[in-house]
């Protein structure tokens, strides 16, 4: 499978806990997004990367939230001290270029409750 | 600041009928625009893109959309609806570096 792969696809941690979260992305792509989905809403840009370097946070990543694309190949998601609200899907997606027109391409996501 | 509205949050049609999913898009300049599907417990897919070469876009399973300047509208259509149609929908705008903004999509039930 060549697609966007991310892991782990659920997971269940405790508040307060920390979690971390890996997209591999299509190979040749040097863009990557994250984006966060709740139930019944359209998914939320959180974070993007251009090869290693992040271009642009949303204000939706509070400093809890950290992001990192070493190497410029996958990339990673950690999420300190979690909260209820924190719960969850969270979509990896990556694209050949940064442009206006470029298909994204995503992963089927994980799924993050905090209980 | 692009931005796009759905107008339905649920539309539900009979196997066979028509679909119309609605999308308005507001943007400071000439927009791309998309046009995505996701499936219970599947990633976003594609359905088909604008990107200003036709106004009219045709996508995969028999899907399109219109590209309407004046009216500021993309919407979805599809000429006979089938059972696999039912997912959520979404329509998204691209900001100017790539960004993919997402509407809150619509969800299509097809009745048997």
């Known amino acids: 499978d060549t697609g966007v792969s991310q892991d782990p696809r659920h997971k269940i941690t405790k508040r307060g806990q920390n979690v971390t979260f890996r997209c591999d992305p299509i190979?040749?792509?040097?863009?990557l997004y994250w984006y966060r989905q709740t139930l019944g809403q359209g998914p939320e840009f959180l974070t993007y990367?251009?090869?290693?370097?992040?271009?642009?946070k949303s204000r939706l990543l509070s400093d809890r939230f950290s992001a990192e694309r070493p190497k410029g190949s996958f990339s990673t998601l950690e999420i300190q001290r979690t909260e209820q609200g924190d719960s969850a899907m969270y979509l990896c997606?990556?694209?050949?270029?940064?442009?206006?027109?470029?298909?994204?391409?995503f992963g089927q996501g994980t799924r993050l409750t905090v209980v | 600041a692009q931005s796009v509205t759905q107008l339905d949050s649920h539309v539900s049609v009979s196997e066979g009928t028509p679909v119309l999913l609605r999308c308005n898009y507001s943007s400071s300049y000439s927009p791309s625009l998309f046009w995505y599907v996701q499936h219970p417990n599947k990633g976003l897919q594609l359905l088909l893109k604008y990107t200003s070469a036709a106004t009219l876009v045709k996508g995969i399973n028999g899907f399109e959309a219109e590209f309407k300047k004046s009216e500021t509208s993309f919407h979805l259509t599809k000429p006979s609806a089938h059972m696999s149609d039912a997912a959520e929908y979404f329509c998204?705008?691209?900001?100017?570096?790539?960004?993919?903004?997402f509407g809150q999509g619509t969800e299509l039930s097809v009745k048997p």
């Open positions: 997606a990556s694209s050949l270029k940064g442009e206006m027109n470029t298909e994204a391409f």
């Open positions: 998204v705008v691209s900001d100017r570096r790539g960004k993919l903004i």
């Open positions: 190979s040749e792509h040097n863009r």
């Open positions: 990367f251009q090869n290693e370097a992040q271009l642009e």
